[in-house]
């Protein structure tokens, strides 16, 4: 199996429910933040991103909310599904001339049906 | 749609070897990224190049070396494999950074360096 899980906070909800997926960014000059999805054997997947002029932003079955008084940032699935099983992490930018991305570790999502 | 293909999904070298990773983007994105992803230490970034013949140092370099001669095609290269390098290696590439917006990473690579 995938070693990427490994070590990982894990979250075990019930298909259907909904899930929140946290993260505690490090940067309070950071100004844009993504979310990506990885599941077994492959690359990081763009899920929604968001900017820091906003408090939250939705996509489909996705919501991303933004508080920057605490440097946290969360992620809601709707009606999880099976197929969102998968290590979730988040990626924030502190711009400036270079803005690299500075990733956080990952919560693994495991969806029971 | 993004795409970003590595050449090789899995790769079992032998230490010592010099070794190859090959990743390209249809995007014509600027800039390109190479990381490796190692269980309880997510990804860290090996090199990054921002134009054509360009390369910047990320957060651990050692042990390897890029080479961008096209905008489309970043490499990486392990001048000579040890078994520390074994792990997973994912290219991602972006537009300029100041359009602020994601980077798109390819399948990634598991090297097994024995």
């Known amino acids: 199996g995938e070693s990427v899980g490994l070590h990982l906070p894990t979250l075990s909800v019930q298909e259907g429910d909904n899930s929140i997926i946290n993260c505690a960014y490090s940067?309070?000059?950071?100004?844009?933040f993504i979310w990506y999805k990885q599941e077994s054997g492959k690359g990081p997947q763009f899920i929604i991103d968001?900017?820091?002029?906003?408090d939250k932003r939705q996509g489909q079955r996705v919501t991303v909310l933004l508080n920057k008084t605490v440097k946290h940032l969360s992620l809601q699935i709707a009606a999880t599904q099976p197929g969102d099983s998968a290590v979730y992490f988040c990626a924030e930018n502190i711009g400036g001339s270079q803005g690299n991305l500075i990733f956080g570790k990952g919560t693994k999502l495991s969806v029971k049906p | 749609d993004v795409k970003v293909t590595q050449s090789s999904r899995y790769l079992v070298k032998r230490t010592g070897e010099k070794v190859f990773l090959e990743c390209v983007q249809d995007?014509?994105?600027?800039?390109m990224f190479w990381y490796r992803q190692d269980p309880g230490l997510g990804l860290r970034l090996i090199y990054f190049s921002y134009d054509v013949k360009m390369k910047e140092k990320g957060d651990i370099p050692e042990g390897y070396s890029v080479s961008r001669e096209k905008k489309e095609r970043f490499s990486l290269i392990l001048e000579s494999a040890s078994t520390n390098q074994t792990s997973m290696y994912l290219c991602a590439s972006s537009p300029p950074f100041k359009r602020q917006e994601t980077q798109y990473f390819g399948p990634g690579t598991r090297l097994l360096v024995l």
């Open positions: 968001i900017r820091s002029n906003m």
């Open positions: 940067n309070s000059a950071s100004d844009y």
């Open positions: 995007m014509d994105h600027e800039n």
